[in-house]
């Protein structure tokens, strides 16, 4: 197996996966469950959710528990999504999926043009949450990978989170409906299973709260989503090898962003690397870069960098996938550089 790709399963084995029950997509489907049972304004919206349970299986026996509240949509992103803020309006909260988030472009204009304006508009909120199946995976190629929250991150009236523990992805799906703005709720396609706990727990902390996922005092890494898994390989890497002691932020939500927590962190290392999948041109990790130029340029010992994934499409072939985003090995290599200067 390629190197790249070899460093994703890694920290998988089978006692691991004997050991821990809660998969990612279990939590997703676990929140779900819980929305539909405790608040009759829910209900879920998406191709082929209902019988079928979805292309991943994230709603999979739910229209059964809740007959008439777990409806199969046309293939129309964009009805999907006026449905939606239709149903907002009138008091409702529902959850749509998007069967993979490229898809979701189709209803760029419902979503940012209307739901992300009409609270501004008319003072009447558009609780939605729209859950898009997000980054890549092994053979999916260019138009089942892409990773869209900077895009939507850019429009005001939008709050857009990126859980990357099985936790997050069960509590922060329960706090996105239950926000009066519309959430866009990206989760990673590359977690659903390959991500498993022994239980869902809640350390508290709410959408547009970072977590320090790993402390440090050497330099930081801000990241996000399946990055966070990634950036902490590395960082173990390179403790083990250098002694190098680098400190992870999990963003969690890219819109707005915690940057209390990010410039904190920066202060105790002096240097920063900012780390997402995502394509390099502008985005998240550029934002990050530039805030903390912006505000905290007086805290770096070094140049702030960045890493995404190459400006290319996604490529299908596995060995081409893992050579184009970042690795363990790319990020222990961006992470020297840092760290030599």
């Keep these: 197996m390629d190197g790249g790709l070899a460093s994703l399963f890694e920290a998988f084995d089978l006692n691991t996966a004997q050991s821990m029950s809660i998969t990612y997509v279990d939590a997703i ?187 440090g005092k050497h330099a930081t890494i801000v990241t996000y989503s399946a990055m966070v898994h990634e950036a902490v390989r590395a960082a173990d890497r390179l403790q083990a090898e250098s002694g190098w002691e680098i400190e992870v932020v999990d963003l969690r939500t890219v819109k707005p962003i915690d940057m209390d927590t990010v410039l904190a962190s920066v202060a105790r290392t002096g240097r920063l690397l900012a780390l997402g999948e995502a394509f390099p041109w502008g985005g998240v990790t550029a934002e990050i870069v530039a805030r903390v130029a912006g505000e905290g340029f007086h805290l770096l010992d070094a140049p702030p960098a960045r890493l995404n994934s190459r400006d290319t499409p996604v490529p299908y072939h596995p060995n081409l996938w893992a050579a184009h985003r970042p690795t363990p090995e790319t990020i222990c290599l961006a992470m020297r550089e840092l760290l030599s200067f």
């Excluded at 191709?47 to 409806?71: C, H, M, N, W, Y």
């Excluded at 949450?129 to 089942?144: A, D, E, M």
Aim: proline fraction near 7%; charged fraction near 15%.
């Design 29 to 215: 489907l676990q929140a779900q469950e819980t929305l539909l049972r405790e608040d009759p304004r829910v209900f879920l919206y998406g191709q082929d959710i209902s019988r079928f349970g979805g292309a991943f299986k994230a709603t999979k026996g739910l229209a059964e528990a809740f007959p008439g509240r777990v409806l199969d949509s046309p293939i129309s992103e964009d009805a999907m999504a006026g449905v939606a803020i239709g149903a907002a309006i009138e008091g409702m909260r529902p959850i749509v999926e998007m069967q993979f988030a490229d898809f979701s472009s189709i209803a760029f204009n419902q979503l940012v043009n209307h739901a992300g304006t009409h609270f501004y508009r008319t003072g009447v909120p558009v609780p939605i949450t729209i859950r898009l199946p997000s980054g890549g995976t092994p053979g999916s190629g260019p138009f089942h990978s892409q990773s869209m929250e900077a895009i939507y991150a850019h429009y005001p009236g939008l709050v857009v989170v990126t859980p990357a523990t099985v936790s997050d992805a069960y509590h922060m799906l329960i706090q996105a409906v239950a926000h009066d703005d519309p959430v866009i709720y990206c989760e990673h396609k590359f977690l659903y299973r390959w991500l498993k706990s022994p239980s869902i727990q809640d350390d508290g902390l709410s959408l547009g709260q970072a977590r320090i996922t790993r402390p």
